[in-house]
């Protein structure tokens, strides 16, 4: 999959190992990858992209997934979101597409799903 129209993949990851095996999946779809260890790291990040997709982990020290998508909101930073985490359960679904997340996908992903959902919520063709 090509890029799309010059957005960045942020992927928010406590996890380097999953934050590695992301970039270099999502890389080798033709994406450009800006990675960030936690939430206090993307939201002091002072250059954010312009255009993008934020994919990150619900379980993180400090703040997680869900407060880092409040906390960008009230920035006035609106990323389509995925989410990542270990159980999806109903409520935390509930809760996600509250915040407006766009999907929520469970560890381990699935072949393709971060790529296909990444794909919808950028609105590129499938």
């Not at 779809?29 to 939201?43: N, P, S, T």
Request: charged share 30%; proline share 6%.
């Amino acid at each position: 999959m090509p890029n799309n129209n010059g957005s960045v993949i942020c992927i928010v990851d406590d996890d380097a190992a999953v934050r590695s095996a992301l970039k270099f999946a999502l890389e080798l779809e033709g994406l450009k990858v800006r990675l960030y260890d936690g939430a206090q790291a993307m939201l002091g990040d002072e250059d954010l992209p312009q255009r993008g997709c934020l994919v990150v982990d619900y379980r993180m020290p400090h703040m997680d997934g869900l407060q880092l998508v409040d906390a960008l909101r009230a920035r006035d930073v609106r990323f389509p979101t995925i989410m990542i985490t270990g159980r999806a359960n109903k409520d935390l679904r509930r809760m996600a597409e509250r915040s407006g997340v766009s999907d929520v996908l469970e560890k381990p992903l699935p072949d393709g799903a971060l790529v296909d959902s990444i794909r919808s919520a950028l609105g590129a063709p499938g």
